[in-house]
């Protein structure tokens, strides 16, 4: 298996930045773990948030204890709540992989 291919596969499908590491690109790999990193941290605050409330809510009593309920409550709040914020983190996650995928493949075709 080449290295560029080798790279690519390793930023696709372990975690962006895990391509530049092989290749000995370690500021790179950082720099695009450590954004991927913080997109996710700030993705699952906000949604442990969401939960939160809507758990806190049903051991109040306010809402009843029903599968179909909740999950059109959890709807609800994901189409009522401010998600720039999720939505930004989404895209600037989903851009970072792709530039990882990407940068180590291109790295790769060089140092072959």
């Keep these: ?11 696709a499908l372990v975690f962006p930045g895990c391509g530049h590491f092989s290749l000995k690109k370690p500021v790179q790999g950082s720099l695009l773990a450590f954004i ?11 949604m442990m948030e969401i939960a939160q409330d ?26 009522t709540n401010d998600t720039a914020e999720m939505t930004t983190s989404s895209y600037i ?6 530039v990882g995928i990407i940068d180590s493949f291109r790295i790769g075709r060089i140092q072959e």
């Design 1 to 11: 298996m080449s290295k560029s291919l080798k790279a690519a596969l390793l930023s």
């Design 36 to 46: 991927s990193i913080i997109c996710i941290y700030v993705l699952f605050s906000s």
């Design 54 to 79: 809507i758990s806190l809510q049903v051991q109040s009593g306010q809402i009843p204890l029903d599968m179909a309920n909740l999950n059109e409550l959890v709807l609800k709040e994901f189409n």
């Design 93 to 98: 996650l989903g851009i970072s992989w792709l």
